[in-house]
């Protein structure tokens, strides 16, 4: 079985443009998170989807950041325009729908953001 | 609010023990994870408990006291490639995970 997948896995972009970040989770996976990690500090919470649909994105810290789930399958994560402070690890995680033992979640690598 | 509090830092020799504590303030709660994470990696589930008590899976045991909202994970026979972050993660009622802001393990030969 394949885990939750992201691309790119490092990005540098200057300040002002546009980046894209996507995420394949675990297929059958109904939970579907973006996590941010700043410069070694906590990993924090930045939305949830149930399928397609967005259950909480109260994480997200302003709007230039838009996150989709098309179809309930894949994930992206816009961020426009990017700003310095942006910088960082941004995680995709997924978890069953039925949250079972702990609600496990699994995690992708992340995808590096450098804005410079 | 949510809040998760752990040491920002523990360090240990080989073989040794260590306990990282983690302290929540959670509404909604209903069971804590701890997870590893090493730099450049993915963070990976090591243990999770719903119900007061130590669970155990080899060297890593994980203790939750819901009464005084306080876990703590335990490290045995601490070997060098037990050096890492790890964060505790409360679970709320529709299925959101909040993390701590970890705490880096650093183990000595």
């Known amino acids: 079985e394949a885990g939750v997948t992201q691309f790119p896995s490092h990005s540098v972009i200057e300040k002002g443009q546009t980046v894209t970040l996507r995420c394949d989770p675990i297929s059958g996976h109904d939970n579907l998170y973006w996590y941010r990690r700043v410069m070694g500090k906590e990993i924090k919470f930045l939305l949830h989807?149930?399928?397609?649909?967005?259950?909480?994105e109260s994480g997200m810290p302003n709007n230039r950041f838009l996150a989709e789930r098309t179809g309930g399958t894949y994930s992206t994560l816009k961020v426009q325009p990017a700003e310095l402070e942006d910088s960082g690890v941004y995680f995709c995680?997924?978890?069953?729908?039925?949250?079972?033992?702990?609600?496990?979640?699994?995690f992708g690598e992340g995808s590096w953001l450098t804005v410079v | 609010g949510q809040s998760l509090e752990q040491p920002s830092e523990v360090t240990a020799v080989e073989g040794a023990i260590v306990q990282i504590n983690c302290t929540y303030q959670t509404s909604g709660f209903y069971g804590l994870s701890w997870y590893q994470q090493h730099d450049g990696g993915a963070p990976t589930f090591l243990s999770y408990n719903a119900l007061d008590g130590l669970e155990e899976t080899g060297r890593f045991s994980s203790f939750l006291s819901r009464s005084d909202s306080y876990g703590y994970l335990l490290l045995q026979e601490l070997q060098m490639k037990d050096s890492a972050s790890y964060f505790c993660?409360?679970?709320?009622?529709?299925?959101?995970?909040?993390f701590g802001a970890g705490t880096r393990l650093f183990v000595k030969a």
């Open positions: 993660a409360s679970h709320t009622g529709g299925f959101k995970t909040i």
């Open positions: 989807f149930v399928k397609e649909s967005k259950q909480d």
């Open positions: 995680a997924s978890s069953r729908a039925t949250g079972g033992s702990g609600n496990t979640i699994y």
